[in-house]
Nanobody, 124 residues
Framework: QVLLVESGGGLVQARGSLRLSCAPS????????MGWFRQAPGKEREFVAT????????DYADSVKGRFTISRDNAKNTMYLQMNSLKPEDTAVYYC?????????????????WGQGTQVTVSS
């Protein structure tokens, strides 16, 4: 069974930083594009960032551009989301996802595999 496992969430003060990690078990995702999404209470899941299979292409939601950085280390079969200058409105459950193509996508419908999510809470 394929499983994506997120880690690194927690409670942080505004303007602080966190780094999320996503590591799949059951298979390798080195040829898959991957992404991060988030869902705040009472809101729909939204796109955060995506990265191509090689790491050569990335894309970000406007709300996180310049503050968050998505990256991957295919040798470690792990993807990361470095989150800096965090704001209370970044509070959400963050999910990693993988899609069975090389290329990035902002649409959650185009992802095939999902993690269980990790909670990020930013206090003011």
């Amino acid at each position: 069974q394929v499983l994506l496992v997120e880690s690194g969430g927690g409670l942080v003060q505004a303007r602080g930083s966190l780094r999320l990690s996503c590591a799949p078990s059951g298979r390798t995702f080195t040829t898959y594009a991957m992404g991060w999404f988030r869902q705040a209470p009472g809101k729909e899941r939204e796109f955060v960032a995506t990265i191509s299979w090689s790491g050569g292409a990335t894309d970000y939601a406007d709300s996180v551009k310049g503050r968050f950085t998505i990256s991957r280390d295919n040798a470690k079969n792990t993807m990361y989301l470095q989150m800096n200058s965090l704001k209370p409105e970044d509070t959400a459950v963050y999910y990693c996802a993988a899609r069975g193509t090389y290329f990035t996508s902002r649409s959650s419908n185009e992802y095939d595999y999902w993690g269980q999510g990790t909670q990020v809470t930013v206090s003011s």
